[in-house]
């Protein structure tokens, strides 16, 4: 708990929320103070209660505790938005603040009420107790298999500050704009504003470059906390240089940490596409490779089945013209202007034993370019989500 | 045999393409006269050699044979093109009719060149044999379990007339303006143009409203033939009204057997999209549906998970309001005004046994509706395209 920003306390409770689960699925980050806040979230024009309610009380730029809950997304619920109101005018009761600078974040089941009486008996335990990072890392969690945390330290001059963040994700990734559900806090002095410019910068370069199933859910939401009272970092200041790339930082390590728990994943593909006549073409092309679903099940299998990345990206929309087209995968040119080149035998034994896959497409249209995260596709997914009630 | 139209013969040879592989490998088509002929193709930017060479030869709207091989797909070869002409050169020599009416169609691996000392042995051979509509269906097969095909028979006025058609397709499916390998041939009196816009309307009801997991491959291909040598049926006439409804049953059966071939999948899925505020809007959103991965192995498993189906129409990019949305599970209302209604529970234990389940979504927003056909996503997708390579 030493290791925290300071101002934060965090604190994780056991609501009981899905049946026959014996975790805490509560976890509260309470700020000693109002701070600074700042959140991005998702993009799906279906979003729960808790999103809607959280993104207005945001628009302050305050907050002083956000109160998460796994087990039940609030989504598609009717009452929703006064039961997520409920649950922060509990928390914001029992912790004597506010109850405008209290957030909610809900995941788990969609459509499903939440069960109040679980959460009037237990927000005002959460409000007493103490976690570690760790520990409310845990207690978001879904479909997870680890919890996702990291904690780190930046110098400013003579002071050091530290930031610390905590994630959870595993099915229903390809985040846009935001990610499923995820935390910073730091103690160094930024206005919400800065802030916010810092989250959505980190964001474009992390969360939003990785994919698990094409899918986006209706909760994502990324928030930031900023408990600093010192002058803030001004804009172009080394400060807010520094912050900024220890938050992308932060970031980057939280969304690879989710991509790596992808269900039933065993690899990561890494497609990078260059020479692509446009950012959006190259956003298309390596999206189209990164979701289709037969080069997903292509790499979980040990074999270096270009022909099936080739078709994808043909079928992209992206603009290709065959004759111009390189593909390489582990560095290994398996095609070379559209047509093979018969090294892929290069790559036989290779790939069962890979963590990781390198898929290139050079394009040879022109300047821009993109880089996706993606994992293979195993029978496990397909048995974990047939059995698993989103 | 004496069910096929006039003017048409098929044969089928084995020529052992695909090693290990103990079955006719070759199909063809050959009309006892230049017959009238149109086409629709796969719009992936990288098409086959085969794909380029039918094409082009199809521009004039005549045809005597078609050249079908299973195992390979010539795509990304070396000389593909050069082969693909080669193969047409030995049919039309070993037929004795013009090179320029010979058109060629490949299935299969992609990035392998065509083992042409095959091909040189057994095209001679093949231009001698003879064969079902059912064999040939069977030689064009590739992970395909049945073979498909179908002949009917059209009456305009005291004239009777033959429509026959074949196809093949398992996986890489979401043909747009075309599909897998398909064929139809009548004795009908059609001139091409007519056929060909008999085809594409076909085409738009029956093969561009099916995904199994949204890739369009690089081979689709829809030929029709027409031997008919009377007066043709001009645009608007009866026979033309009859021929194009006779078309459209055909595409619509053959499609339906390609969807039910779906690689692993145990269920078809409906998915109706109403009330959208665009056509555009509505095809988005009822394919998001139907190639969402989440949705896909829900419904391979026994329950309505209907949460699934909301969060990836919110995701669709298609105009939604939830308060606007409503949503039906095999007819029964499980989310109105985009909250969950509870019905759901109605639903318990029908969907295991069901072999098609209908998702329809309406969206409160506009006029325009769409359908697309679909498959639930099971263990055994992932098993077949983690071993095969296409």
Same mark, same amino acid.
């Given at each position: ?19 026959? !689960? ?13 701070? !600074? ?44 938005? #006064?039961?997520?109101?409920?649950? =922060? ?38 409000? &007493? ?44 990734? &390809? ?76 970031? &980057? ?13 065993? #690899? ?33 299998? =040990? ?41 892929? #035998? ?8 890979? #963590? ?14 993109? &880089? ?19």
């Amino acid at each position: 708990m030493s290791r925290l920003p300071r101002g934060f306390r965090l604190a994780t409770a056991r609501a009981g929320i899905k049946e026959g !689960q014996d975790r805490d699925d509560l976890a509260l980050i309470h700020a000693l103070r109002p701070v !600074q806040a700042a959140g991005v979230f998702t993009t799906n024009r279906l979003q729960g209660a808790p999103v809607r309610l959280t993104r207005a009380r945001l628009r302050a730029g305050l907050a002083q505790a956000v109160l998460i809950n796994s087990g039940n997304a609030n989504v598609c619920t009717p009452g929703g938005l #006064k039961d997520a109101q409920e649950m =922060a005018g509990l928390l914001a009761r029992a912790l004597g603040i506010r109850e405008r600078l209290v957030l909610v974040c809900s995941t788990g089941v969609i459509g499903v009420p939440l069960p109040m009486p679980k959460l009037r008996a237990a927000i005002p335990r959460l409000a &007493q107790n103490r976690a570690t990072l760790r520990q409310a890392a845990q207690a978001i969690m879904t479909t997870d298999t680890f919890p996702k945390y990291l904690s780190m330290e930046l110098q400013v001059g003579a002071r050091r500050y530290r930031l610390s963040g905590f994630a959870k994700g595993a099915g229903m990734i &390809q985040p846009r704009m935001a990610t499923t559900l995820a935390f910073a806090l730091t103690d160094a002095p930024l206005a919400a504003p800065v802030l916010k410019a810092a989250l959505r910068e980190a964001v474009q370069q992390s969360f939003n470059c990785i994919t698990v199933d094409g899918q986006t859910s209706t909760s994502d939401t990324y928030l930031a906390l900023a408990s600093g009272t010192e002058a803030p970092f001004g804009p172009g200041s080394r400060g807010e240089r520094l912050f900024k790339s220890a938050l992308l930082e932060l970031s &980057q390590h939280l969304a690879a940490q989710v991509l790596k728990d992808g269900e039933g994943a065993t #690899k990561v593909l890494k497609i990078t596409v260059k020479g692509a006549r446009s950012r959006r073409d190259a956003l298309r092309a390596a999206y189209a490779v990164a979701n289709s679903m037969l080069v997903k099940t292509a790499f979980s299998g =040990a074999e270096a089945n270009w022909g099936r990345v080739m078709s994808a990206l043909g079928a992209s929309g992206a603009a290709v013209r065959p004759e111009r087209l390189d593909l390489r995968i582990q560095g290994v040119l398996v095609a070379r202007a559209g047509v093979a080149t018969g090294r892929d #035998k290069a790559l036989r034994g290779r790939l069962s034993k890979a #963590k990781e896959v390198a898929i290139t497409m050079e394009l040879g249209l022109g300047q821009h370019g993109a &880089q996706v995260l993606s994992t293979d596709l195993t029978e496990e997914y397909v048995r974990l989500n047939a059995a698993y009630r989103t």
